[in-house]
């Protein structure tokens, strides 16, 4: 019996703790289904890569949720972008702990419940690990959850949800499984492609599924045998107010703009091939790839060996303005994606909705989430994966005619508007939040 069964049966329930002066100064008006107090799980929280998590908790907050954040680890003081710093100063964070505080809470939680301590303990250590190593990691993240299981209990918690499948996705399970609180969790990209730790367990005791892409959607049911009815598709919003498109500069030499992490599923080193045809083609034009990561190094070179250092700049990282500035400059943005080796993958890039939200033209692959954004022919140009020729032709065709990057352009932004802004993912999630589990879930 999982979880979600267990609460069926037994039906027990959190009580609810008394409005704050906060809560009922963001009630919203009487005819709106009343709001649950939240929990977040997050794995570091909050930073600068996953800006989607903790833009999404101030929009929860904004419509009148109570969104009380764990994190299992304090970022980096450099982590935190400066909008999210009061996010950070009222997250509760797991690590460190002290070895008695640990203790102790064992102690009373296996006096407390028996049972559900050890029937929780027994899934985590024996559940689906490819390696020891993940094993001694989930019962790491049982002991972590053990200890905040008080505070989310003392806090009248009525729902919980974690980011990624991994570490944040494995506390939110023990500490339902402990208390009888519902949970859900979004799985994004490398937790269901790569470090899969305990996901069957996770897919069978959490209430619904959450992913970012209805490629991730059926792979999850395809895979697992999740029922299809667990599993909801929520795109990552964007704030439309902060990605449009400011006057942009007339560029005698055109533009391409890639953002994103330095690895390889990111298809850098296919966009450098593609870039060296160009030139070899005679082609006018500059390249920025904004971003940082292991692969630095290994692009750096091949720039070298392609004799590119006239035309490819890597800048590094950049926030903030500094993004908006670039997609601002930019005549077409390109990411080719592609199947790490280590068979890691993207959803739908992030960078790829604020591009087109920018009103830049997209070049991308036919792969995981790719298409259910980029239109092929009307916001952008897609080809196979490796296919560098044809992602050349289509970057020639963008770079030498204005009018048809300004054309895909707006139809890229009037996409993104339709289906990946704020409002509307937002009310897809707060329906996930609201299913009863008593009650059959409505199909995605």
């Not at 702990?97 to 024996?126: D, E, F, I, M």
């Not at 004799?307 to 400059?329: I, K, N």
Request: proline content about 5%.
């Amino acid at each position: 019996m999982n979880a979600a069964e267990s609460r069926r049966a037994l039906a027990p329930r959190v009580r609810d703790a008394a409005p704050s002066v906060e809560e009922a100064a963001h009630e919203m008006p009487a005819a709106t289904v009343q709001r649950k107090r939240l929990a977040y799980f997050i794995n570091c929280f909050p930073n600068y890569i996953e800006a989607m998590i903790y833009r999404e908790v101030t929009a929860l907050r904004a419509r009148g949720y109570d969104v009380v954040t764990f994190s299992i680890r304090r970022p980096a003081d450099a982590e935190v972008p400066e909008e999210a710093r009061a996010l950070a100063v009222t997250t509760r964070y797991i690590l460190p702990v002290r070895p008695w505080r640990l203790a102790a809470a064992h102690v009373r939680a296996l006096l407390a419940s028996p049972g559900r301590y050890t029937h929780a303990l027994v899934t985590v250590v024996g559940g689906t690990h490819e390696r020891f190593r993940d094993r001694w990691r989930s019962l790491c993240h049982f002991a972590e959850a053990v200890v905040i299981a008080p505070e989310v209990k003392r806090l009248g918690i009525e729902h919980m949800h974690a980011h990624w499948a991994v570490g944040a996705a494995t506390c939110a399970m023990v500490v339902s499984r402990l208390l009888d609180v519902p949970f859900t969790f979004t799985a994004h990209a490398y937790d269901i492609w790569l470090d899969r730790l305990l996901l069957p367990e996770k897919l069978r005791a959490a209430d619904t599924i959450v992913t970012c892409t209805d490629y991730n959607r059926r792979h999850l049911i395809d895979a697992y045998g999740t029922p299809a009815e667990k599993v909801r598709v929520v795109y990552h919003g964007l704030d439309l107010e902060r990605f449009q498109r400011r006057a942009r500069p007339a560029n005698t030499t055109p533009m391409i703009l890639s953002v994103g992490r330095l690895v390889e599923q990111k298809g850098y080193e296919d966009l450098l091939y593609v870039c060296a045809d160009l030139v070899r083609r005679g082609q006018a034009f500059t390249c920025e790839i904004i971003g940082d990561g292991p692969l630095r190094g290994r692009l750096e070179r091949l720039i070298d060996e392609l004799g590119l250092q006239s035309v490819v700049r890597l800048p590094g990282r950049l926030v903030g303005d500094g993004v908006l500035d670039c997609y601002t400059r930019a005549d077409v943005f390109a990411l080719f994606c592609v199947e790490a080796s280590d068979g890691d993958r993207d959803g739908i890039p992030n960078t790829m909705i604020e591009a087109m939200a920018m009103e830049l033209p997209v070049v991308s692959t036919r792969y995981s989430g790719v298409p259910e954004l980029v239109i092929e022919g009307t916001t952008g140009v897609l080809a196979d994966c490796g296919d560098r020729r044809t992602l050349a032709d289509a970057l020639a065709r963008l770079l030498g005619r204005p009018e048809l990057r300004a054309a895909m352009g707006s139809a890229g932004r009037q996409r993104v508007m339709r289906d990946f802004a704020t409002a509307a993912c937002l009310a897809k999630l707060e329906r996930v939040f609201a299913t009863d589990p008593d009650r059959a879930a409505v199909a995605p």
